[in-house]
RNA sequence: GCCGGAGUGGCGGAACUGGCAGACGCGCCGGACUCAAAAUCCGGUGCCCGUGAGGGCGUGUGGGUUCGAGUCCCACCUCCGGUACCA
C-alpha cells in the first residue's frame, strides 16, 4: 500500500492555511534574528508553472522552514510580476482587459504554488499590476525625476515593429529582440531615459562585497566597462572646429595615421567637400537604414567613405585624413576615435582594406602579419617636447596624458560602456508615466495625492491612429490642466517597461499595506538586505542591475540603509528535458550517423526508446545497426518539442512531497540537468519507506550506541547541508539512515522524532502527518532544529588501510583514538605488514589517524 | 575572438582543508513472495583478463609536484553559459 498523499497533502495545506502557520507577523520580537528568503517573483504566464518554477522555490521553502525551526524570524513571501506582453497581446487580440486576464493567471499560479505546499506568508502577497502597488512605483519615478535621474531625449532607439514598442539595449540580443526573437530597427524616437550611468561607478565598486557568483558579478562589471584612458582633442585643417576622441591607449597618439567619424557624428556635416558630400550621405544613408543585425554581420568587413578633411595630429603636426566609418559608434566615448592601425586589430583591418599607412610606435610584433596590440617598448614617439621612445606602454600612458594635459590638448578620461536606460514603452500594460506636458513645453509631475495614477479605458489596446501609444485613444484621460498652474497639459502616453515593478518589490513585502509610505523606516532596517535571493541566471545583467540602481537611489533618498539590497545571490540550474536518443534518416530513409549531421533540416529524425540506444565508445550507437550513432541529447524544455513536464501531472501521481524532493534530489541546485521521471519514482519509494518505517512499534526506550550514532550522525548532516545548499546530498544521507533504520525490529521515539523534523524541510506535509502520529498536537514548524551530540558521533574503533610504498598492504581495526606513532606500530606488527617489510629499509612512514599508514619501503 | 563554468560507471550524481574513487538514486542482472503480474524485500553491478582465487586498467588528453592526485601546477581538447567593432 503506497502512503496516501492525495489524503495528506490536501489536509496539511488547509490546516497551515487555518492556523496561519506561516505568518509573520508585523510586530515581530526584533531581538531574535531574522532571515529575509526571497525567490524571483514569477511572471503569471497562461501556462502556468513549469518545473523550473519550483525547483528555486523548493530550495528557499527548505532553507526557510530550516531557519524557522532554528530560531529565526523568516520572511518568505511570494508576489507576481504581472505587467508583461503577453497579457496585452491576448487583449489585442480579444479586447479583453489584460487585468482580466492577469487575475486570472495569478489565481493559478497561487493554487499551483499552494498545492506544493510552500511556507509562503500570503498575506504579504504583492502584484506589480495592483494599483496600491504601482502608486509606489510611480512615487519611486518622481523621486527619479527630482533628482535629475529621469529625462527625455530624441536618442536612436531600438524599434522593434512586430512588438510595436521600442526596447533597452539589453534587452536586444545580436539584433533581435530576447523576448520573440524580433528583428530590431534603429529610430530615432522621444523617450524617457534613465540615469543609471550616475551609477555607474558605484554599480561596479559595491560588487566586490556582494556573496553572489562570480559569474555573475563578472557579467555586470563587463556591461558597465569601465575602461580608463584619455580624450585628446585634434584640430581640424581649414576648420574652427576640433574634433575630440577618447581613446585607451594615449601611449601610440604618435603612431595615430588617420581618423575616423561615426556616420551620425554631429560634426560629419563640416567635414564633407563638394565633392565628398555625396559618397557621405549615401554612406550615411545605408548606414542609417541597416539593423543591428546587419550591422553585426557585416562586421566582418569594413566599411567606409573618406570626408574630405584633415585633421592635425596634436604630437607631431602630421595633416592625417578623417574617414567615416560604421565601426565606430556614436553612442560610445566620443563617437569619433584616433585610429592606430599598427596597434589596434579593427584599425588594421581598416587600413588595410583602404591602403592607409600603418606605422609601428611599440616594438615587439610584425607589423606585416597583423597588428600588434601586446606590451612593448615605444618607438618612433618623440617631438621636440616629448618622447616617450624607451618606454613601455603603461610608463608612456601616464607621461602623455600629463603632457597633453599641460598643452589644453586632452586629459585623461573614465569611460563606461553603460548606457542610459531606456526607460519608456509605448504599450499600455505597464505603469502610467505621473507626468503632465504643460503647453509651454515643460514637464511637471502629477501631484503626490493624485497617485495612483491609472491608466485609461480605451477601445481598442492598438495604437492611437497617429501611431501614439495606446494611451492617446482616450481624450478625456489624455487632455487635462495641471493642478499647479493651471495651464492645459497633455499626459505621458509612454508606460514603463516591466523591470519597474520588480526593482523595488522585495522592499514592498516588508510592509506591503502601507498607504503612507513604500515602507516603514524601521521594518526596512530591521528586515533589509535581503539574505538569500534565489533565480535564473537570466537575470545576471537586466533585473539585478536596475534593482540595484533603484535601490542605491532610495539609499540616497534615505529610504533604505542598505547600500546593496540582494546579500546573497544564488542561481538554480534550468531543468532539461528528459534525454532523448534520436536516429538520422536520409532523405531517401538511409540511417545516418549523429555525427555527420551538419543541418538538421536535410535530415529525417525520429525517436527512439533507450532500449535501442547502446553505449560505443564516447557516443551511443543505434541497436540495430552499432554502425549508426545516435545522438542522445536532453533539449531546453519547449512546448514545440512537446517535452515539457507539468507539475501537477507530477503531484497528481506522486504527490507534492515527491515532487520536491525530486527537484532536489538531481542534483546541485546550480547546475544544469535533465529530467527523469524515473529518478521521481526513486524518492517516491523513498517516502514509502520511510513511512512504512513508521509502521513499526514505537517504542520509549532510549537508542542504542549505534543508532544513536546513526541520528546524531544525520542531523549535523543534514544541518550542515541545508546551510551549504547542498540539499541532494542531504537527501542521500536521510536514504542512508532509512536503509539502516529499516532494519530494526521497533523504533525508538529518541531516533523517530530528530528524523521527522530532519525531514519536515524537504516533505513538509509527511512531516506534519508522522509529526501528529507521534502524538503531537500542533504543527512542526516552529520546533525547535534538534541538536547533536558530538560524542555520540565517535565509532570506538575504525578500520585503517596499511600501504607499503602506495600499495594497499592490509587493512586493520585499531581505536579510534590512536595516534600516528601508534598506527605505525600497529601497522608493522602486522603479519602481511611485517612480511612484505622483510629485506627492505623503510625510508619513511606516514600515518594520518582514521584514515590510512602508509610505509615507504625499498 | 574574449570572459565565466564544467568534463567522474549505462544514466543523474557523491568524495571534508590531497589519504581505500564511484555514497545515494535510476537502470540492469539474479533470488524470495505470487497461479501470474505489479508492488515489496534480499543479493549483485566501474571496465578488462581469469572457471577460480587473483591480476591489470581506471575521474577529458599529455606532462609535472607528492609517500600518495578526481582534488594542486603547466599545456592542450571538448561541451555549456555570457558577450562581441566599446577605441
Known amino acids: ?115 506544493l505546499g510552500f511556507s509562503y506568508d500570503w498575506q504579504r502577497e504583492v502584484a506589480t499590476t495592483d494599483p496600491a502597488y504601482f502608486k509606489w512605483t ?325 495604437p492611437s491612429p497617429d501611431g501614439d501609444p495606446p494611451f492617446a485613444r482616450n481624450p478625456e484621460w489624455l487632455n487635462t490642466t495641471d493642478p499647479a498652474t493651471g495651464r492645459p497639459a497633455r499626459r505621458e502616453t509612454n508606460t514603463m517597461p516591466q523591470w519597474a515593478g520588480s526593482c523595488w518589490y522585495f522592499l514592498r513585502y516588508i510592509d506591503p499595506q502601507n498607504d503612507q509610505a513604500l515602507i516603514d523606516p524601521e521594518k526596512e532596517k530591521y528586515w533589509m538586505p535581503v539574505d538569500l535571493y534565489v533565480g535564473g541566471a537570466e537575470h545576471a545583467v537586466l533585473h539585478l542591475l536596475y534593482a540595484r540602481f533603484w535601490h542605491k537611489v532610495l539609499y540616497d533618498c534615505g529610504v533604505v540603509h542598505c547600500k546593496e539590497p540582494f546579500h546573497r545571490l544564488v542561481n538554480q540550474g534550468m531543468i532539461l528535458g528528459e534525454v532523448e536518443y534520436t536516429l538520422f534518416r536520409n532523405t531517401d530513409g538511409t540511417p545516418v550517423s549523429a555525427s555527420e549531421i551538419r543541418d538538421e533540416h536535410d535530415f529525417t529524425s525520429e525517436r527512439l526508446p533507450e532500449s535501442e540506444a547502446v553505449k560505443k565508445g564516447d557516443s551511443f550507437v543505434w541497436k540495430q545497426d552499432p554502425a549508426i550513432q545516435l545522438r542522445a541529447k536532453a533539449n531546453k524544455m519547449s512546448k514545440s518539442r512537446g517535452n515539457v513536464i507539468n507539475p501537477d501531472d507530477v503531484v497528481k501521481q506522486y504527490g507534492a512531497d515527491s515532487l520536491r524532493l525530486y527537484e532536489m534530489f538531481m542534483g546541485p541546485l546550480e547546475q544544469v540537468k535533465p529530467w527523469s521521471m524515473k529518478g521521481v519514482e526513486g524518492v517516491y519509494r523513498f517516502l514509502n519507506k520511510v513511512w512504512r518505517l513508521f509502521e513499526l512499534p514505537l517504542t520509549d526506550t532510549s537508542c542504542d550506541k549505534e543508532q544513536k550514532r546513526l541520528v546524531h550522525g544525520l542531523i549535523k548532516k543534514v544541518g550542515e547541508d541545508i546551510e551549504g545548499m547542498r540539499y541532494n546530498t542531504a537527501i542521500a544521507a536521510m536514504m542512508e539512515f532509512v536503509n539502516a533504520a529499516g532494519k530494526w525490529s521497533e523504533l525508538p521515539r529518541e531516533a523517530a522524532e530528530p528524523f521527522v523534523l530532519l525531514l519536515s524541510p524537504f516533505a513538509p506535509h509527511m512531516g506534519e502527518e508522522l509529526w501528529e502520529k507521534l502524538g503531537h498536537a500542533e504543527s512542526l514548524a516552529h520546533t525547535p532544529w534538534p541538536d547533536y551530540d558530538e560524542e555520540a558521533l565517535t565509532l570506538d574503533s575504525v578500520e585503517i588501510l596499511v600501504q607499503i610504498t602506495g600499495k594497499p598492504c592490509a587493512r586493520l581495526d585499531v581505536p579510534s583514538t590512536a595516534t600516528a606513532d601508534e598506527l605505525i606500530n600497529l601497522a608493522k606488527a602486522h603479519p602481511d605488514v611485517a612480511a612484505a617489510l622483510t629485506g627492505k629499509t623503510i625510508r619513511k612512514e606516514i600515518a594520518v589517524p582514521g584514515r590510512l599508514v602508509n610505509i615507504v619501503a625499498t
Not at 507626468?435 to 495625492?449: F, S
Request: include cysteine; glycine fraction near 8%.
Open 1 to 115: 500500500m503506497p502512503y496516501p498523499f492525495s489524503d495528506i497533502e490536501p489536509k496539511w495545506q488547509a490546516y497551515w492555511q487555518q492556523h496561519q502557520t506561516f505568518r509573520t507577523p508585523d510586530d515581530v520580537d526584533t531581538t531574535r534574528p531574522k532571515y529575509y528568503v526571497l525567490d524571483m517573483f514569477p511572471y503569471p504566464s497562461g501556462s502556468g508553472l513549469h518545473v523550473g518554477h519550483p525547483e528555486g522555490y523548493t530550495a528557499t521553502d527548505i532553507t526557510a522552514r530550516y531557519k524557522r525551526m532554528k530560531g529565526f524570524n523568516v520572511l518568505h513571501p511570494m508576489g507576481w510580476d504581472a505587467f508583461g506582453l503577453p497579457a496585452e497581446q491576448y487583449a489585442l487580440q480579444t479586447g479583453t482587459h489584460p487585468a482580466v486576464t492577469t487575475e486570472k493567471n495569478i489565481n493559478r499560479f497561487r493554487e499551483q504554488l499552494q498545492s
Open 138 to 462: 510611480q512615487w519611486i519615478f518622481l523621486k527619479l525625476f527630482e533628482r535629475g535621474l529621469a529625462y527625455e531625449a530624441e536618442a536612436p532607439v531600438n524599434w522593434c515593429p512586430a512588438l510595436g514598442t521600442v526596447l533597452a539595449n539589453e534587452e536586444v540580443i545580436n539584433g533581435r529582440s530576447e523576448r520573440g526573437d524580433h528583428p530590431i530597427v534603429r529610430k530615432p524616437m522621444r523617450q524617457w531615459m534613465l540615469k543609471i550611468t550616475a551609477y555607474a561607478e558605484r554599480l561596479l565598486a559595491d560588487l566586490d562585497d556582494l556573496d553572489w557568483p562570480e559569474s555573475i558579478k563578472e557579467m555586470q562589471r563587463n556591461w558597465i566597462g569601465k575602461s580608463e584612458g584619455a580624450e585628446v582633442d585634434f584640430a581640424l585643417d581649414g576648420l574652427e572646429a576640433t574634433l575630440r576622441v577618447y581613446t585607451t591607449r594615449p601611449d601610440t597618439l604618435f603612431g595615430a595615421t588617420y581618423m575616423v567619424v561615426s556616420p551620425e557624428h554631429p560634426l560629419l556635416d563640416q567635414l564633407v567637400t563638394d565633392e565628398t558630400r555625396p559618397a557621405v550621405q549615401d554612406y550615411r544613408a545605408k548606414a542609417a537604414m541597416k539593423s543591428d543585425l546587419e550591422r553585426t554581420e557585416l562586421a566582418k568587413t569594413k566599411s567606409g567613405v573618406f570626408t574630405g578633411s584633415y585633421a592635425v595630429n596634436p604630437v607631431n603636426g602630421e595633416k592625417i585624413p578623417v574617414w567615416t566609418s560604421d565601426y565606430v559608434l556614436i553612442s560610445y566615448g566620443t563617437g569619433a576615435i584616433m585610429a592606430v592601425p599598427g596597434h589596434d586589430d579593427r584599425d588594421y583591418a581598416f587600413a588595410n582594406a583602404f591602403d592607409l599607412p600603418i606605422r609601428e610606435v611599440i616594438s615587439g610584433g610584425d607589423l606585416s602579419k597583423e597588428a600588434f596590440t601586446g606590451n612593448g617598448v615605444l618607438v618612433n614617439s618623440a617631438n621636440d617636447d616629448i618622447s616617450l621612445n624607451g618606454l613601455e606602454v603603461t610608463e608612456s600612458k601616464a607621461k602623455i596624458t600629463a603632457w597633453l594635459e599641460s598643452k589644453g590638448l586632452g586629459q585623461g578620461k573614465v569611460n563606461y560602456k553603460l548606457r542610459d536606460w531606456l526607460f519608456s514603452r509605448q504599450r499600455y500594460w505597464g505603469e502610467p508615466f505621473p507626468l503632465l506636458h504643460l503647453d509651454d513645453g515643460t514637464v511637471a509631475p502629477v501631484p503626490l495625492d493624485e497617485l495612483p495614477l491609472m491608466p485609461p479605458a480605451v477601445d481598442e489596446y492598438k
